[in-house]
């Protein structure tokens, strides 16, 4: 297996502008054929939503959605060829955008994000990506669309695991899940509201779990080390519920 992401230190490159898509250049630290970036989302803020987005470079897509004050996202983007995405921030002073990782050949991203919403709520319903029939997971853009707290869980085809947690807090954030030998993975909303984007295809170089592991520290307010990994690990991929 092939490692297909890579961790790196965290490096700040929010755009200088604010209120409009800017061009974001990455290729001071991402390697020529680097695919797509990670990142996490600051808003400072003590008491406002600020506007967020990110999407691939000359995409089309458009979803801005808000982040909680004093809060934070985690979120993943493909690059063109020149490893330039563009980001939106609705003030530059409040807000921060961290590159922490990028993908390479083994991850793709979609120019223009697919909606793969259940049309059915309140219930476990399969999201069929056979389109891509060597898959073995997929990455998605979460998009709340009307600041309320509703319910949302992903899951492995196949997979027990039932958490699902509100978005209200959260409006936009990237989900990595796997899926089964049928390219189907399970989604549950509790509302229309809640948008599930396909973004990416993971085709190697990731190992999911059917059912997830819970690694919760014990003791809260402190730092703490979670469950090693298998050997020859370099990350992990934590859903985490509140």
Same mark, same amino acid.
């Given at each position: 297996?092939?490692?297909?992401?890579?961790?790196?230190?965290?490096?700040?490159?929010?755009?200088?502008?604010?209120?409009?898509?800017?061009?974001?250049?990455?290729?001071?630290?991402?390697?020529?054929?680097?695919?797509?970036?990670?990142?996490?989302?600051?808003?400072?803020?003590?008491?406002?939503?600020?506007?967020?987005? $990110?999407?691939?470079?000359?995409?089309?897509?458009?979803?801005?959605?808000?982040?909680?004050?004093?809060?934070? +996202?985690?979120?993943?983007?493909?690059? &063109?060829? +020149?490893?330039?995405?563009?980001?939106?921030?609705?003030? /530059?002073? &409040?807000?921060?955008?961290?590159?922490?990782?990028?993908?390479?050949?083994?991850?793709?991203?979609? &120019?223009?994000?697919?909606?793969?919403?259940?049309?059915?709520?309140?219930? %476990?319903?399969?999201?069929?990506?056979?389109?891509?029939?060597?898959?073995?997971?997929?990455?998605?853009?979460?998009?709340?669309?009307?600041?309320?707290?509703? $319910?949302?869980?992903?899951?492995?085809? #196949?997979?027990?695991?039932?958490? +699902?947690?509100?978005?209200?807090?959260?409006?936009?954030?990237?989900?990595?899940?796997?899926?089964? #030998?049928?390219?189907?993975?399970?989604?549950?909303?509790?509302?229309?509201?809640?948008?599930?984007?396909? /973004? #990416?295809?993971?085709? &190697? #170089?990731?190992?999911?779990?059917?059912?997830?592991?819970?690694?919760?520290?014990?003791?809260?307010?402190? %730092?703490? +080390?979670?469950?090693? $990994?298998?050997?020859?690990?370099?990350?992990?991929?934590?859903?985490?519920?509140?």
């Amino acid at each position: 297996m092939r490692q297909s992401i890579y961790p790196i230190t965290p490096v700040a490159i929010t755009p200088g502008t604010a209120g409009s898509w800017q061009q974001v250049n990455l290729s001071s630290y991402l390697p020529v054929g680097a695919t797509g970036a990670l990142f996490h989302n600051v808003n400072a803020h003590a008491s406002l939503w600020r506007a967020f987005g $990110l999407r691939k470079n000359d995409s089309t897509d458009n979803r801005i959605q808000t982040l909680h004050f004093s809060g934070h +996202n985690w979120a993943a983007m493909g690059v &063109d060829v +020149n490893r330039i995405l563009q980001a939106y921030v609705e003030n /530059t002073t &409040d807000q921060s955008i961290y590159l922490v990782g990028y993908t390479m050949s083994s991850i793709t991203f979609l &120019d223009n994000a697919i909606d793969k919403s259940p049309a059915t709520v309140g219930s %476990w319903q399969n999201i069929d990506l056979s389109a891509y029939p060597k898959a073995i997971g997929f990455i998605f853009e979460i998009a709340e669309t009307t600041n309320t707290l509703y $319910l949302l869980g992903m899951r492995k085809n #196949g997979s027990t695991d039932t958490s +699902n947690s509100g978005t209200r807090n959260h409006q936009t954030f990237s989900v990595f899940i796997g899926c089964d #030998g049928s390219q189907i993975v399970q989604a549950f909303i509790e509302n229309a509201a809640i948008q599930i984007w396909l /973004t #990416g295809i993971i085709y &190697d #170089g990731v190992v999911f779990n059917t059912n997830a592991n819970e690694v919760t520290p014990a003791s809260p307010n402190i %730092w703490t +080390n979670l469950t090693s $990994l298998p050997a020859n690990s370099c990350m992990g991929i934590y859903e985490i519920d509140n």
